[in-house]
């Protein structure tokens, strides 16, 4: 059965930092494409960082600088670092694996839509307070 378990959230002032982890169960990340997603309150859930099979990083826009995103194998947990953040940052964050199509070109050409995505995480909330 795949599981994801997300954590790490919090309340951090503008400027400090969070890392957020996913331990995964029931695959490997080897067969996988794994993201962090995030859906403020009245927005649509957006994706912030991918990391594919092979080790490939994908950011938004907004967070390439202060988010890293990386994966420890051995453990199957996947995390994000999230520096400087700031108040638009606040969201519920997901981590989500893709498990069908993380291997294709299209997944590797838009890897943070959220499509391709077949398991998700509870969620966990980061709140940046001004």
């Known amino acids: 059965e795949v599981q994801l378990q997300a954590s790490g959230g919090g309340l951090v002032q503008a400027g400090g930092s969070l890392r957020l982890s996913c331990l995964a169960s029931g695959f490997t990340f080897d067969d996988a494409g794994m993201a962090w997603f995030r859906q403020a309150p009245g927005k649509e859930r957006e994706g912030v960082a991918s990391?594919?099979?092979?080790?490939?990083?994908t950011y938004k826009d907004s967070v390439k600088g202060r988010f890293t995103i990386s994966s420890d194998n051995a453990k199957n947990t996947v995390h994000l670092q999230m520096n400087s953040l700031n108040p638009e940052d606040t969201a519920v964050y997901y981590c989500?694996?893709?498990?069908?199509?993380?291997?294709?070109?299209?997944?590797?050409?838009?890897?943070?839509?959220?499509?391709?995505?077949?398991?998700w995480g509870q969620g966990t909330l980061v709140t940046v307070s001004s």
């Open positions: 989500a694996a893709d498990l069908i199509s993380y291997h294709t070109t299209s997944y590797a050409q838009e890897p943070l839509l959220r499509q391709w995505y077949d398991y």
């Open positions: 990391i594919s099979s092979d080790g490939t990083m």
